[in-house]
C-alpha cells in the first residue's frame, strides 16, 4: 500500500537559514508523481511542485528547490534563505498511477515556523 | 483564471440538520475530489469523481454522507444527519487528468 512519511512535525528556524523538509514514500507502482503543498495560516492549500517517478532531475524554482533519490524513496524539499512568509505547514504527498488511480495519498506534514 | 469555488465558507449547525456543501471546479478540469481535514486524522479523500462519475467513495465515512456531480461545473457533498463529529474543514480540489490537484479554499463547518 502507499505511504508517506513526513518523520519532521514541527521545524523552527531563524529568518535566513536554509531548511530541509524530508519526505520517504512507499508504492509498489513503477509509475507515480509525488508533490509538495504548501498550507498557510490562511487555511488554503496550495500546490508547489509535481514530480514523475521516471524524472530524477532535481527542480529549483527562486528560493525552493527538490531533491529526487528513487533509490532512497525520498522527495526532500529546501527552503534557502528562509523567510517569514514561508511559515506554514507542508505537506508531501503521493499518487500511484496504476493501483490507486488518481488517489493522492498525503504525509501528515510539517509544521515550519520561521522566526524573524 | 478563477480557482476552485467553495460555498459557504463557513457553516455553523446544529446537530441533526442537513448540511450541503458545494464545489465549482475549475473549467476544463476532469476530476473532482473532496476531502477533509482535521487535526486527529489529517487530509483524507472522501470521494472522488471522473467526467462527472464517481470513482471511488470508500472514504466517505458512512450513510450519512453523500456527493454528486450533476454536471462538470458543480459538485455538493450532503451530510444528513450532521454529528459534532462531522465538524471538520471540507476541501474540494480539481485536477486535468490525473496531474496536480488544485485545492478550493476550504468550507469550515462547525456542528454543535
Known amino acids: 500500500a502507499q505511504k508517506v512519511t513526513q518523520a519532521q512535525t514541527e521545524i523552527s528556524v531563524v529568518e535566513k537559514e536554509d531548511v530541509t523538509l524530508d519526505c520517504v514514500y512507499e508504492?509498489?507502482?513503477?509509475?507515480?508523481?509525488l508533490f509538495w503543498y504548501k498550507q498557510p495560516p490562511s487555511g488554503e492549500l496550495v500546490f508547489l511542485i509535481r514530480r514523475n517517478s521516471f524524472d530524477e532531475q532535481n527542480e529549483i524554482s527562486g528560493r525552493y528547490s527538490w531533491n529526487f533519490q528513487k533509490s532512497t524513496s525520498s522527495f526532500n524539499f529546501t527552503i534557502t534563505a528562509s523567510q517569514v512568509v514561508d511559515s506554514a505547514v507542508y505537506f508531501c504527498a503521493l499518487s500511484e498511477r496504476e493501483t490507486s488511480g488518481s488517489r493522492l495519498t498525503f504525509g501528515e506534514g510539517t509544521q515550519l515556523t520561521v522566526n524573524p | 483564471d478563477a480557482g476552485v469555488i467553495q460555498s459557504p465558507r463557513h457553516e455553523v449547525t446544529e446537530m441533526g440538520q442537513e448540511v450541503t456543501l458545494r464545489c465549482k471546479p475549475i473549467?476544463?478540469?476532469?476530476?473532482l475530489f473532496w476531502y477533509r481535514q482535521t487535526m486527529m486524522r489529517g487530509l483524507e479523500l472522501l470521494i472522488y469523481f471522473n467526467n462527472n462519475v464517481p470513482i471511488d467513495d470508500s472514504g466517505m465515512p458512512e450513510d450519512r454522507f453523500s456527493a454528486k456531480m450533476p454536471n462538470a461545473s458543480f459538485s455538493t457533498l450532503k451530510i444528513q444527519p450532521s454529528e459534532p463529529r462531522d465538524s471538520a474543514v471540507y476541501f474540494c480540489a480539481s485536477s486535468f487528468r490525473r496531474y496536480e490537484q488544485y485545492f478550493g479554499p476550504g468550507t469550515r463547518l462547525t456542528v454543535t
Open positions: 473549467s476544463g478540469h476532469d476530476y
Open positions: 508504492t509498489r507502482d513503477t509509475t507515480y508523481y
